[in-house]
């Protein structure tokens, strides 16, 4: 800790930040380019959509953009700060003052463990938030055709060979398990034929294993009076689990709410797999983003009059990509429950973390 507040600690902190810096810049451009082309390659070819609108929605998935290309942003960005110390010999008067490689990682790491903080604490909530807005918007899009805001709701469907039950919902609460203002349609099979039979209008429809809980209920069919209830359950082959999956997206849930949503899914008798992966995921990002400054560090210390310099780079590269297919596939197996989501989560940090305490080992020591 004292020498990342020593001066040379603050100058090697304020080189690496500024490294970050212009690796942000850089790729926030190019992804704001390549996703703004996306918006009107897969929106645009379905709705009117202008070059302005196209922009719109690409700034509400900045956050989240940033947010998933940080790890490589910190990575490059240390890498430029390192070696331009390196081509600049100040790195080889660090190394003359006995400053050895396990403390001059230090000010990377903390770079990246600040910016990991943030990252976590503020700007996942304002990315998570964004998100949703950005979910409306191309969703009313595609619908309506434009961008002004509308709701046609939600469509579901069950059935069997006897018949099927087609429901629209007004909405649907945050937990992604309730139905607003949900009406039911019943048709069955009769002599070949489907027809309608009856119709449900209920406040709310909540789905329990098995069943459908409505409250608050009319009940009508052809040619009867309708009738009131306050409870009835509709039986279901829905799986709770596939409606939460489809009407919640985990980016849409921020990092101060993930714990109370999975607590309530849990207490329902649900399996949050995917919000578990998210929320240990974002727990263990400060420490992805040390992890990354580390290795970015670890593989530009070799001295650009001993040669190799732009071989340790690229392999310092590769390791990145690594992580980053190593958590795809972490993450893949939590969610078919394979692995537990803590252990997706964790592990490709760590695994970066030995890599680069190894790096550090041999460089240093021999």
Not at 75 to 104: H, K, Q
Not at 234 to 248: K, Y
Request: glycine share 10%; aromatic share 10%.
């Amino acid at each position: 800790m004292s020498f990342l507040l020593s001066r040379v600690g603050r100058y090697v902190i304020g080189r690496v930040f500024g490294g970050v810096t212009v690796a942000l810049i850089a790729v926030l451009a190019s992804i704001l380019l390549i996703d703004m082309v996306e918006q009107m390659r897969t929106v645009g070819t379905r709705a009117e959509l202008g070059m302005l609108e196209a922009l719109r929605l690409t700034l509400l998935k900045t956050p989240t953009l940033i947010e998933q290309t940080l790890p490589f942003v910190v990575l490059a960005g240390t890498m430029m700060a390192i070696i331009g110390l390196n081509r600049s010999s100040e790195l080889v008067a660090l190394r003359a003052a006995g400053v050895s490689a396990w403390r001059f990682l230090a000010p990377a790491a903390f770079v990246g463990l600040m910016l990991g903080v943030l990252a976590v604490t503020l700007l996942n909530p304002i990315g998570s938030i964004l998100y949703r807005a950005f979910e409306a918007e191309k969703e009313n899009a595609l619908e309506g055709g434009s961008l002004t805001p509308g709701d046609n709701g939600v469509w579901i469907r069950q059935g069997d060979p006897d018949g099927q039950v087609v429901i629209h919902a007004e909405g649907v609460d945050p937990s992604g398990t309730t139905l607003q203002n949900a009406t039911f349609m019943f048709f069955e099979v009769q002599q070949g034929v489907l027809r309608f039979t009856r119709r449900i209008r209920a406040e709310g429809a909540e789905l329990k294993p098995g069943f459908w809980q409505l409250s608050n209920l009319v009940e009508a069919a052809p040619g009867e009076d309708p009738q009131q209830a306050t409870y009835l359950a509709i039986p279901t082959t829905l799986d709770a689990t596939e409606l939460i999956n489809r009407f919640v997206n985990p980016a849409t849930l921020s990092f101060w709410d993930l714990p109370g949503f999975i607590h309530e899914a849990k207490s329902a008798g649900f399996s949050p797999t995917r919000y578990e992966l998210k929320w240990h995921s974002l727990l263990a990002y400060p420490l992805l983003l040390a992890v990354m400054a580390g290795l970015g560090a670890a593989f530009s210390l070799q001295l650009q009059r001993l040669g190799n310099l732009a071989r340790w780079g690229a392999a310092g590269v590769g390791v990145g990509l690594f992580l980053f297919f190593y958590a795809q596939l972490a993450a893949a197996f939590a969610i078919t429950q394979t692995v537990p989501p803590m252990v997706a989560a964790w592990s490709p940090p760590l695994a970066g973390l030995f890599i680069a305490l190894s790096i550090v080992a041999f460089l240093e020591d021999g």
